[in-house]
């Protein structure tokens, strides 16, 4: 057992709002150079739609993450192989049209124009090449355009969904979306590290953050190919490679990433999980089927006192352990399994989770709007009794089957393909909200409750405490930052007995008596 | 008259091999410890993809089967000249390093083209880009027309430029025979020493950095900051000599 620590992620899209907020405050800070303007470490996504870059999912055109051969796992696009022959010429580099091309406006022409009959404009300039351009896309151009035949109609996870159901999906009065917020996964096994050839690509080992060093990267590209999320970005200006660091610099010093600190519908949790190294490789090449229960299988139970063991053994600080058991990430993804990783047949192992969206699914109508009910069409669920919640489980669950989103649909996003555990933790988060209706307001029989509630595998105290987690959560408890203890880390780099007496404050030279 | 070819003689065939090479070893140090940043590739296909295919594989594949022709020649001249004593042979070679030879030139051509007619990739263009361009430009035309008026290439720079470039190599310049060289020959020796100078100065870099090693090491990269474990362990002795990660 080689048990390592790694910062992972737990998105809740039931709550994210659409708002931006993650990605300005990410641009802000990282992106708002020449090269990368057109880079978003952190992009919202509307979904269904095609994302960014335009159908990023769609491997089959960009070739992205691990493939399964013969028993063992080899990149889809990269490698010894691909990656050295097409080191001239990459097949399968997305080029910047593919995301969108940089701009800005010449705001200054709305006040210095000489006075004219026509109202002065500010027209649209490329920051590529400075000059005029008509925009034809941006980072989130999809934005909320769920229905539309160009962009939703074209997102790749609608492979295995009938004719009959994409149709329906697509009817305005059914028409249902949500948002996907993406980040770099920090992967257990990352397909840009293992691409790139000059070998500038690496994982932390502390913290498992995916780093790129500028120093080392030579502009062979194969990183912006092999990453299936497409989150590593070449910088056309500096020709080097770029990608999320995960605010490393903040981690460090205690902070949320930005993108999480200002999350405005809170729907960000990170946390350190332990994991046994040694199953990576196995976990990676398993059936598409068994890739997220083998993933979950490799993260380790921080109390358990082997893993410990094997944790202090390895080095891991008591710091970070006990992080790890407050890790609410640990909570979401292992020991409630609420969570699910974003396309795992991409098999990179990404430690970014993902609590699907019930909304969509919530969606009904009671039966005081009898008359707008009758014009629904027969599919979407109308309750026909006087309660707000069907509370018979039955009916429940069916509501989740006979999902204004399909099922297979989530399941592409989530599991995939796997309707089965997307419909659990559907379950799940169901369960909660009726065990919090009968707690807060107390009309729904008790029987029923205690019903769906083991039905979904929880009892009243776990959907308290993922209530408590989900709605109530402060700060401290979203974000559970190990200590990077530079302290100890600055010894490994000097001998403080070199520098002692050397220095002190206003000092940049040594203080030593002059010529 | 005279005196004024030998002077030029001794300049282009001794003086500057000596600056060329000097230039190159110490650039190509300072280059790669003090501007790691700006050391790379700075490939121009994230702009521009389709275009690029039509210069930058035949360029590249070309240059490459010529650099190794002429690294041959220079490394085992008798290797070329037992190869070359079979008439049929030496145009099997011959005709092959032109076609190569034709390759670079076509793509050397696009990329120029695509350099000066494509808005995105001029903005990413320095003037080292056109100078080493405008080089390479030189090189191959040269070298195409050295082939093709002077034959046979192959063994005559076996039997005359190697060890001329081996007395240079040697510390005794000796360049009695090279100076008879007609003027092309001499111009594309002298662009040769040229492009050996700019490497360290220009995008060429990349070549020195070739990732070969990618061969053989493991896919998956993890770097540890600090040895935690050897920070744990009471019995690890204190070191003055830094990790290498520092």
């Given at each position: 057992?080689?048990?390592?620590?790694?910062?992972?992620?737990?998105?809740?899209?039931?709550?994210?709002?659409?708002?931006?907020?993650?990605?300005?405050?990410?641009k802000?800070?990282?992106?708002?150079?020449?090269?990368?303007?057109?880079?978003?470490?952190?992009?919202?996504?509307?979904?269904?739609?095609?994302?960014?870059?335009?159908?990023?999912?769609?491997?089959?055109?960009?070739?992205?993450?691990?493939?399964?051969?013969?028993?063992?796992?080899?990149?889809?696009?990269?490698?010894?192989?691909?990656?050295?022959?097409?080191?001239?010429?990459?097949?399968?580099l997305?080029?910047?049209?593919?995301y969108?091309?940089?701009?800005?406006?010449?705001?200054?022409?709305?006040?210095?124009?000489?006075?004219?009959?026509?109202?002065?404009?500010?027209?649209?300039?490329?920051?590529?090449?400075?000059?005029?351009?008509?925009?034809?896309?941006?980072?989130?151009?999809d934005?909320?355009?769920?229905?539309?035949?160009?962009?939703?109609?074209?997102?790749?996870?609608?492979?295995?969904?009938?004719?009959?159901?994409?149709?329906?999906?697509?009817?305005?009065?059914?028409?249902?979306?949500?948002?996907?917020?993406?980040?770099?996964?920090?992967?257990?096994n990352?397909?840009?590290?293992?691409?790139?050839?000059?070998?500038?690509?690496?994982?932390?080992?502390?913290?498992?953050?995916?780093?790129?060093?500028?120093?080392?990267?030579?502009?062979?590209?194969?990183?912006?190919?092999?990453?299936?999320?497409?989150?590593?970005?070449?910088?056309?200006?500096?020709?080097?490679?770029?990608?999320?660091?995960?605010?490393?610099p903040?981690?460090?010093?205690?902070?949320?990433?930005?993108?999480?600190?200002?999350?405005?519908?809170?729907?960000?949790?990170?946390?350190?999980?332990?994991?046994?190294?040694?199953?990576?490789?196995?976990?990676?090449?398993?059936?598409?089927?068994?890739?997220?229960?083998?993933?979950?299988?490799?993260?380790?139970?921080?109390?358990?006192?082997?893993?410990?063991?094997?944790?202090?053994?390895?080095?891991?600080?008591?710091?970070?352990?006990?992080?790890?058991?407050?890790?609410?990430?640990?909570?979401?993804?292992?020991?409630?399994?609420?969570?699910?990783?974003?396309?795992?047949?991409?098999?990179?192992?990404?430690?970014?989770?993902?609590?699907?969206?019930?909304?969509?699914?919530?969606?009904s109508?009671?039966?005081?709007?009898?008359?707008?009910?009758?014009?629904?069409?027969?599919?979407?669920?109308f309750?026909?009794?006087?309660?707000?919640?069907?509370?018979?489980?039955?009916?429940?669950?069916?509501?989740?089957?006979?999902a204004?989103?399909?099922?297979?649909?989530?399941?592409?996003?989530?599991?995939?393909?796997?309707?089965?555990?997307?419909?659990?933790?559907?379950?799940?988060?169901?369960?909660?909200?009726?065990?919090?209706?009968?707690?807060?307001?107390?009309?729904?029989?008790?029987?029923?409750?205690q019903?769906?509630?083991?039905e979904?595998?929880?009892?009243?105290?776990?959907?308290?405490?993922?209530?408590?987690?989900?709605?109530?959560?402060?700060?401290?408890?979203?974000?559970?930052?190990?200590?990077?203890?530079?302290?100890?880390?600055?010894?490994?780099?000097?001998?403080?007995?070199?520098?002692?007496?050397?220095?002190?404050?206003?000092?940049?030279?040594?203080?030593?008596?002059?010529? | 008259?005279?005196?004024?070819?030998?002077?030029?003689?001794?300049?282009?065939?001794?003086?500057?091999?000596y600056i060329?090479?000097?230039?190159?070893?110490?650039?190509s140090?300072?280059?790669?410890?003090?501007?790691?940043?700006?050391?790379?590739?700075?490939?121009?296909?994230?702009?521009?993809?389709?275009?690029?295919?039509?210069?930058?594989?035949?360029?590249?594949?070309?240059?490459?089967?010529?650099?190794?022709?002429?690294?041959?020649?220079?490394?085992?001249?008798?290797?070329?000249?037992?190869?070359?004593?079979?008439?049929?042979?030496?145009?099997?070679?011959?005709?092959?390093a032109?076609?190569?030879?034709?390759?670079?030139?076509a793509?050397?051509?696009?990329?120029?083209?695509?350099?000066?007619?494509?808005?995105?990739?001029?903005?990413?263009?320095?003037?080292?880009?056109?100078?080493?361009?405008?080089?390479?430009?030189?090189?191959?035309?040269?070298?195409?027309?050295?082939?093709?008026?002077?034959?046979?290439?192959?063994?005559?720079?076996?039997?005359?430029?190697?060890?001329?470039?081996?007395?240079?190599?040697?510390?005794?310049?000796?360049?009695?025979?090279?100076?008879?060289?007609?003027?092309?020959?001499?111009?594309?020796?002298?662009?040769?020493?040229?492009?050996?100078?700019?490497?360290?100065?220009?995008?060429?870099?990349?070549?020195l950095?070739?990732?070969?090693?990618?061969?053989w090491?493991?896919?998956?990269?993890?770097?540890w900051?600090?040895?935690?474990?050897?920070?744990?362990?009471?019995?690890?002795?204190?070191?003055?000599?830094?990790?290498?990660?520092?």
């Open positions: 057992m080689d048990v390592r620590a790694q910062i992972s992620m737990v998105f809740h899209l039931d709550k994210c709002i659409g708002c931006h907020t993650c990605s300005i405050a990410c802000n800070i990282w992106t708002d150079r020449k090269g990368a303007e057109y880079m978003w470490w952190n992009n919202v996504e509307t979904k269904p739609g095609t994302g960014y870059p335009t159908k990023w999912e769609d491997q089959d055109i960009y070739k992205g993450g691990w493939e399964k051969q013969n028993g063992s796992i080899e990149l889809k696009g990269a490698g010894r192989k691909k990656g050295l022959l097409n080191i001239f010429h990459n097949p399968n997305p080029v910047i049209d593919d969108y091309e940089p701009f800005t406006y010449r705001y200054l022409d709305l006040i210095e124009s000489p006075a004219s009959d026509d109202q002065p404009t500010a027209r649209p300039v490329s920051l590529i090449t400075g000059k005029p351009i008509d925009i034809k896309m941006g980072p989130n151009w934005d909320d355009l769920s229905g539309t035949p160009d962009y939703a109609r074209k997102d790749p996870n609608m492979q295995g969904l009938s004719a009959a159901e994409q149709e329906a999906m697509f009817q305005l009065e059914r028409m249902a979306f949500f948002y996907l917020p993406r980040i770099c996964n920090h992967c257990l990352p397909a840009c590290v293992a691409s790139c050839p000059s070998g500038a690509i690496y994982k932390r080992g502390e913290d498992g953050v995916v780093l790129i060093n500028q120093q080392v990267c030579r502009a062979w590209r194969m990183c912006v190919t092999a990453c299936p999320y497409k989150k590593s970005y070449y910088n056309w200006h500096t020709g080097k490679s770029e990608k999320c660091i995960l605010c490393y903040r981690l460090e010093s205690g902070y949320a990433p930005a993108c999480m600190h200002s999350c405005v519908g809170r729907i960000r949790y990170l946390g350190v999980i332990l994991y046994d190294a040694d199953r990576i490789e196995a976990a990676a090449s398993s059936e598409t089927e068994s890739l997220v229960d083998s993933q979950l299988n490799m993260l380790l139970d921080p109390f358990d006192p082997q893993v410990i063991q094997a944790a202090k053994e390895n080095g891991v600080p008591d710091s970070t352990i006990k992080a790890a058991q407050y890790s609410p990430t640990y909570k979401f993804v292992k020991k409630w399994g609420m969570a699910l990783p974003l396309h795992p047949e991409f098999r990179t192992l990404p430690m970014l989770f993902y609590v699907p969206p019930l909304l969509p699914v919530m969606a109508l009671s039966n005081q709007d009898l008359e707008q009910g009758e014009k629904m069409d027969p599919i979407a669920k309750w026909k009794d006087d309660w707000l919640y069907d509370t018979s489980t039955e009916g429940l669950w069916g509501t989740i089957d006979q204004r989103f399909p099922l297979k649909y989530m399941a592409n996003l989530f599991s995939a393909g796997d309707e089965e555990k997307v419909k659990l933790v559907l379950k799940k988060l169901m369960a909660v909200r009726i065990h919090r209706r009968d707690v807060t307001v107390g009309d729904i029989p008790r029987e029923k409750v019903q769906a509630l083991s979904a595998g929880l009892d009243a105290e776990t959907a308290e405490e993922v209530y408590q987690l989900t709605s109530l959560a402060k700060f401290d408890e979203r974000f559970v930052i190990p200590p990077a203890h530079r302290e100890q880390a600055i010894e490994m780099l000097e001998f403080t007995g070199d520098t002692k007496g050397s220095v002190g404050f206003g000092f940049k030279e040594k203080p030593q008596r002059g010529l | 008259m005279d005196a004024f070819f030998n002077a030029l003689n001794n300049f282009f065939l001794i003086g500057l091999p060329a090479l000097f230039v190159f070893l110490i650039g140090v300072w280059r790669y410890t003090s501007t790691r940043f700006k050391y790379s590739s700075l490939s121009s296909q994230f702009l521009e993809g389709r275009q690029l295919f039509w210069g930058s594989v035949p360029f590249h594949m070309g240059i490459l089967f010529l650099f190794f022709g002429h690294l041959t020649a220079f490394l085992i001249p008798r290797g070329v000249l037992l190869w070359n004593n079979h008439p049929a042979r030496l145009i099997v070679l011959e005709v092959t032109f076609i190569f030879g034709i390759a670079v030139l793509g050397l051509a696009n990329l120029i083209y695509r350099r000066l007619t494509n808005p995105r990739v001029a903005v990413v263009t320095s003037r080292m880009d056109y100078a080493i361009l405008s080089l390479l430009l030189l090189q191959v035309v040269t070298g195409l027309w050295v082939a093709y008026s002077f034959r046979w290439g192959s063994s005559w720079f076996a039997s005359v430029l190697t060890p001329y470039l081996w007395s240079v190599f040697a510390l005794q310049p000796d360049i009695t025979a090279v100076s008879a060289l007609p003027w092309v020959v001499k111009l594309h020796i002298v662009g040769a020493y040229l492009t050996v100078l700019l490497i360290p100065f220009s995008r060429l870099v990349h070549f950095v070739v990732p070969l090693d990618y061969i090491r493991p896919y998956q990269q993890v770097v900051y600090w040895q935690r474990k050897e920070v744990r362990r009471s019995g690890t002795p204190w070191s003055l000599k830094r990790p290498l990660n520092n």
